[in-house]
């Protein structure tokens, strides 16, 4: 266990569906990540916050929605999803400074289906 | 040019023996550099951190970084079934005042009886 956390590990929704995806990390760190890694590519980084405040969104569909409510949780709302989006998506949580990159540390994951 | 460059592999290897991953960057402005590993299903695992050129040790793992040739490899000494992942290599890039992760698209190590 890495001291972050993921719920649902698993998830089969409709194209019309609501639903949201949870992370949690109890190492006390400031900056929470929201990747998404389809089959035979690299990580694909798709939002950052930092002290709660979002610094960057990376050219991400509007159908994905982060929610960062406090530095140690992590949301992300999907919404009308398409079958391409299926994936596993991945939180990672670090310490965040201007000056160095420090490890991330990753939770274990949702596998998303979109049906 | 990609931004991390890795071998897909696989790598295949034999027990006992040394597997020798390789990673070159285009930034040269990184600074760190992480080796994480990953199983088949699961998410990935931070094995090595390094910083400053030259080796670091930690048990069977040597991270080697070369900030002028712009690659840094990951040793893995009396290699195990159970080291059989794929490796993913990152290093940071500076975007709009801090620093992200930029992850290679990762070998396959096969490491047979």
């Known amino acids: 266990e890495t001291g972050v956390t993921q719920t649902p590990r698993h998830l089969v929704m409709g194209m019309t569906n609501k639903k949201s995806l949870k992370c949690e990390q109890h190492?006390?760190?400031?900056?929470m990540y929201w990747y998404k890694q389809s089959a035979k590519k690299p990580l694909e980084l798709m939002f950052v916050?930092?002290?709660?405040?979002?610094?960057e969104n990376n050219s991400v569909p509007s159908r994905f929605s982060p929610e960062c409510p406090n530095s140690s949780h992590l949301f992300l709302h999907l919404h009308t999803l398409q079958p391409e989006d299926s994936a596993l998506y991945l939180c990672?949580?670090?310490?965040?400074?201007?000056?160095?990159?420090?490890?991330?540390?990753f939770g274990p994951g949702t596998r998303l289906t979109v049906t | 040019q990609k931004e991390v460059e890795q071998n897909s592999g696989p790598l295949s290897v034999p027990e006992g023996a040394i597997a020798s991953l390789n990673c070159t960057y285009s930034?040269?402005?990184?600074?760190?550099f992480f080796w994480y590993r990953q199983y088949s299903g699961k998410s990935p695992e931070l094995i090595m951190s390094i910083y400053s050129n030259g080796d670091k040790e930690d048990g069977r793992f040597t991270a080697q970084l070369n900030k002028a040739s712009q690659y840094v490899s990951l040793l893995i000494r009396d290699s195990q079934p159970s080291d059989s992942a794929t490796y993913l290599c990152?290093?940071?890039?500076?975007?709009?005042?801090?620093?992200?992760?930029?992850f290679g698209a990762g070998t396959r190590l096969a490491v047979h009886p």
């Open positions: 990152a290093v940071n890039r500076k975007s709009g005042g801090y620093n992200k992760l930029i």
């Open positions: 190492l006390g760190h400031n900056a």
């Open positions: 930034d040269r402005g990184s600074q760190s």
């Open positions: 916050y930092s002290l709660e405040e979002r610094v």
């Open positions: 990672a949580s670090s310490q965040f400074t201007s000056g160095s990159a420090y490890e991330q540390y």
